[in-house]
């Protein structure tokens, strides 16, 4: 099973910040890559697919890139609606489809 | 508006049974895997299970964890997938979503249901 690890878990941000999190697969996953949004007591929502291309109706804020083991996502000008739990997903080898740990954020 | 909406979750004691259910509006069912995933409370994603379209022979894979105990199925005329939970265990106290898969976003998955949550206590 492929691992993935999400780094950092927490994040305390402010609105107007730029922030990245990182996600490691435990090998390559030739950009199989998504990225998910999860407000608490909602439903996940996709953000990004294949590590770097923006899901219609989500903001140009948001980027992802990356290749290989590592990709990122990054949110440029954090806005308050942008604060919730963010995971990765590898879709390159599965089953099972498996997710990082998540990494919340919130408000410093 | 393409849509999956989740039944059938309530509260269980251990070994018994429940049937959740996921039914589909707003796109061609028959053309997309389907996957489970639970969330226990205050955790990350665990997946739980998929079925193949039945283009691609509508086999379901299972979590090491559920496999033996839960079993998906879709009929594809009604636009719903099921998952039939056996012999339930504590540990399978979660909320439960099922997602649509798709191969041309890299199967990554693009729409959800709201969730059911699942309670297994005595």
């Known amino acids: 099973d492929i691992q993935m690890t999400q780094s950092p878990s927490s994040l305390s941000v402010s609105i107007g910040d730029s922030v990245t999190i990182t996600c490691r697969a435990s090998q390559d996953i030739t950009g199989y890559l998504n990225w998910y949004q999860q407000k608490p007591g909602k439903a996940p929502k996709l953000l990004i697919y294949?590590?770097?291309r923006l899901q219609p109706g989500v903001p140009s804020r948001f980027s992802g890139r990356g290749s290989g083991t590592e990709c990122t996502l990054t949110i440029n000008g954090l806005q308050p609606e942008d604060i919730a739990t963010y995971f990765c997903q590898q879709s390159f080898d599965s089953p099972p489809i498996t997710f990082g740990q998540g990494t919340r954020l919130d408000i410093k | 508006e393409m849509q999956l909406v989740e039944s059938g979750g309530g509260l269980a004691d251990p070994g018994r049974s429940l049937r959740l259910s996921c039914t589909a509006s707003?796109?061609?069912?028959?053309?997309?895997?389907l996957n489970w995933f639970r969330q226990a409370p205050g955790k990350g994603l665990e997946w739980v299970g998929f079925i193949r379209s039945n283009t691609f022979s509508g086999t379901a894979e299972y979590a090491a964890s559920v496999r033996d105990r839960f079993t998906i199925s879709r009929d594809d005329a009604k636009s719903i997938a099921y998952l039939e939970m056996n012999s339930l265990q504590i540990e399978d106290t979660a909320v439960y979503y099922c997602?649509?898969?798709?191969?041309?976003?890299?199967?990554?998955?693009?729409?959800w249901g709201q969730g059911t949550t699942v309670i297994v206590s005595s």
């Open positions: 997602s649509r898969e798709d191969f041309a976003l890299g199967y990554a998955m693009d729409v």
């Open positions: 707003g796109f061609t069912f028959a053309d997309y895997g």
């Open positions: 294949a590590a770097s």
